[in-house]
């Protein structure tokens, strides 16, 4: 495996569900982060980790509950959401050791329906 | 906090044509400046990116941009597209803070190519 993966791509979920979405990066990156896209609107950031701690919470419900045991390994699990939440959900990663500089490296992303 | 405003949802433009993108910024702070590139079913892929130095500068597959302080831009152009750059076209800052910073992104221009 090269790059940044992510499983599933798919994902179906009735709202009293529980699942987790995983990344994995392979790539020695220090900084992971999640990020939404929803149709018509930009990209938002939901979480940032940098060697192995959370920096960055964007204002995120606690339907979502990020998880990063180790520089390579990014989760995000999910409970009781709710239509809205349907989404591309995108993992990325970057060096980390310096501010912007180093650019971010995106996985397919998973598809998430809520029903 | 930042902002990214890209004025164009779509940009329909004829095979072998020239074309431009634009990208406008809004930041209190100085900030690195990204293109990132989507095709259908598929993460982000970065096409360039501006730190500091030259103003103009070249990326993957033909594409450069140029970086406007005075009109805080940063516009994306190609002078000649091929059908497979049909994709959507996101530009992305980030301050100069130390550590790993999320990236704001634009709404996206899906870039359309007439044969």
């Known amino acids: 495996e090269t790059g940044v993966t992510q499983t599933p791509r798919h994902l179906v979920m009735g709202m009293t569900n529980k699942k987790s979405l995983k990344c994995e990066q392979h790539?020695?990156?220090?900084?992971m982060y999640w990020y939404k896209q929803s149709a018509k609107k930009p990209l938002e950031l939901m979480f940032v980790?940098?060697?192995?701690?959370?920096?960055e919470n964007n204002s995120v419900p606690s339907r979502f509950s990020p998880e990063c045991p180790n520089s390579s390994h990014l989760f995000l699990h999910l409970h009781t959401l709710q239509p809205e939440d349907s989404a591309l959900y995108l993992c990325?990663?970057?060096?980390?050791?310096?501010?912007?500089?180093?650019?971010?490296?995106f996985g397919p992303g998973t598809r998430l329906t809520v029903t | 906090a930042q902002s990214v405003t890209q004025l164009d949802s779509q940009v329909p433009v004829f095979e072998e044509a020239p074309v431009e993108l634009r990208c406008n910024y809004s930041?209190?702070?100085?900030?690195?400046l990204f293109w990132y590139v989507q095709y259908p079913n598929q993460g982000l892929q970065l096409l360039l990116k501006?730190?500091?130095?030259?103003?103009l500068v070249k990326g993957i597959n033909g594409f450069e941009a140029e970086f406007n302080k005075s009109q805080t831009s940063f516009h994306l152009r190609k002078p000649s597209v091929h059908i497979s750059d049909t994709a959507e076209y996101f530009c992305?800052?980030?301050?100069?803070?130390?550590?790993?910073?999320?990236?704001?992104f634009g709404k996206g221009t899906h870039l359309i190519i007439q044969p």
């Open positions: 930041s209190s702070v100085s900030v690195y």
């Open positions: 790539l020695g990156h220090n900084a």
């Open positions: 501006y730190l500091s130095g030259s103003t």
């Open positions: 980790y940098n060697f192995k701690e959370q920096t």
């Open positions: 992305a800052v980030s301050d100069r803070r130390g550590g790993a910073d999320g990236l704001t």
């Open positions: 990325a990663s970057s060096q980390g050791k310096v501010a912007g500089a180093g650019e971010q490296y």
